[in-house]
Each structure stands twice: as structure tokens, then as C-alpha cells.
């Protein structure tokens, strides 16, 4: 069992930038590859942003590519997502993930992650 909480998450203008953090339970952080998805009012959850076990791997849905950073602290059993130059189109609930048995191919794919954490809300202002 992983128990998953984000943080960081608020109200900022565009072409502003946050982070967020994604804190696990347990001493298993490090089998799970982890993984961010969004999910704005009326639309469905998308991925944005995913890691291998090791952070050596990283993955990110186009929209976000160079604005974007994922990485990991498998020491503090946190995983970060910087976000850079946000737009409106950013305003969403941004969740983080933990996947088990995942595969380059299923990565993106939220079917695919085992424990959630609750959503943190980030807004970008025009």
C-alpha cells in the first residue's frame, strides 16, 4: 500500500512557474515508477508527465515539453513536478500516481497506475 499527498499547487499569473511535490508512504518508493495527470473542469484526465523507478527515464505529453520538469528524490520518497511559463490551458487538479509494473508503452496511460494521491489545484491567471 502507498499512500500518496501533493502539495504545492496555487494561484499564479501566466508565464509564471510552481512546484509540486508528491510525498509517498512506505519504503517501497522506489519500485513504482510515478507518474502526473490533470484533469480541468468538464474534460477528462490526461497525462502530463511520468518517471522510470530510477529517474533515469522521463516521459511528457507534447503540451508541456521544455516547460515541464519531473523528477525524483527516492531518498525522500517525493517526486517533483517544476512547472515553467505556465498558460491558462495548465489550470487543472494535478494528481500524482504510483505504478507498479510499468512499461514504456502503458506509462501514459492512467489504466495503467495502482495508488493516487488526492489532487492539488493549480490556476493560471490571465
Known amino acids: 500500500q502507498v499512500q500518496l499527498v501533493e502539495s504545492g499547487g496555487g494561484l499564479v499569473q501566466a508565464g509564471g512557474s510552481l512546484r509540486l511535490s508528491c510525498a509517498a508512504s512506505?519504503?517501497?518508493?522506489?519500485?513504482?515508477?510515478m507518474g502526473w495527470f490533470r484533469q480541468a473542469p468538464g474534460k477528462e484526465r490526461e497525462f502530463v508527465a511520468a518517471t522510470s523507478r530510477s529517474g533515469g527515464s522521463t516521459y511528457y505529453t507534447d503540451s508541456v515539453k521544455g516547460r515541464f520538469t519531473i523528477s525524483r528524490d527516492n531518498t525522500k520518497n517525493t517526486v517533483y513536478l517544476q512547472m515553467n511559463s505556465l498558460k491558462p490551458e495548465d489550470t487543472a487538479v494535478y494528481y500524482c500516481?504510483?505504478?507498479?509494473?510499468?512499461?514504456?508503452?502503458?506509462?501514459?496511460?492512467?489504466?495503467?497506475?495502482?495508488?493516487w494521491g488526492q489532487g492539488t489545484q493549480v490556476t493560471v491567471s490571465s
Open positions: 512506505g519504503r517501497t518508493f522506489s519500485r513504482y515508477a
Open positions: 500516481a504510483a505504478d507498479l509494473l510499468y512499461t514504456t508503452t502503458q506509462i501514459m496511460s492512467a489504466g495503467s497506475y495502482d495508488y
